[in-house]
């Protein structure tokens, strides 16, 4: 008859084989799933960075494309003159040193842009700065910065960091302040408004920004 003490020790020998057998699968099954990763990793790593640097090229490559695409549709023109005539008959030009067609708006910037209102008539209305953009369709021109607009009738001119003229009214619009000289004195406003080819002007003032400006009695009376 088996001793009961006997029989124990041999199945927890028997239990101690069978953990230590189920350890080495575990183990042997481990090993094999690093040197997998060992493997497939690298690679793995490789296709990533190769999509990346290919979508790169490839999008440094397009945008080149679409930028050369872009100016070969521009429309340059040097020393361009557009003339027309606003709702009453009077004519103007919108001249520049330079003009670039933008192709998705159709609008072009100006570069150092004259205009002249009223060409040919008893008194003209000139106007210059540094750029613009001339809305052909919706038929005005915004000007600026440093606007200057001269009345050939009066002598007076006002400085101002931009204008719009509505070529078919003839109506010269800017909020951004304004400042004025000429024989009969000074102004200073935060916005103006031209009106009749230079005949009426309307400044007004908004806010803290009051109209100020003086009076030269001598150049009143002319």
């Known amino acids: 008859m088996t001793d009961p003490g006997e029989q124990t020790r041999i199945q927890a020998d028997a239990a101690d084989e069978a953990r230590v057998v189920l350890a080495g699968a575990r183990w042997r099954a481990r ?20 999509g990346v640097l290919t979508w790169t090229v490839f999008r440094t490559v397009m945008s080149g494309v679409e930028r050369k695409a872009s100016q070969g549709q521009e429309v340059r ?8 005539q606003d709702a009453q008959g009077r004519a103007f030009t919108v ?15 100006l570069v150092g842009p004259a205009l002249k209102l009223n060409l040919g008539g008893r008194k003209v209305t000139e106007m210059t700065a540094d750029g613009g953009t001339y ?8 000007i600026g910065p440093n606007v200057r607009i001269s009345d050939g009738g009066s002598g007076f001119v006002l400085t101002t960091p931009e204008a719009v003229v509505d070529t078919n009214t003839g109506i010269i619009t800017g909020s951004r302040g304004v400042q004025g000289a000429g024989p ?14 230079g005949e009426r002007v309307v400044f007004k003032g908004s806010g803290d920004t009051k109209i100020s400006g003086t009076i030269n009695p001598s150049g009143s009376g002319e």
Not at 77 to 84: A, I, S
Request: net charge positive; no cysteine; charged share 20%.
């Open 31 to 50: 090993s094999r799933r690093v040197k997998l990763y060992r493997r497939v990793l690298p690679i793995i790593i490789l296709v990533l960075a190769g």
């Open 77 to 84: 023109l040097d020393k361009p003159l557009f003339h027309g």
């Open 95 to 109: 001249g520049a040193q330079g003009a670039i067609r933008d192709p998705a708006t159709g609008h072009f910037r």
């Open 135 to 142: 809305n052909e369709q919706a038929r005005t021109v915004t």
């Open 184 to 197: 009969i004195g000074t102004i200073n406003a935060s916005s103006y408004a031209i009106y009749d080819q």
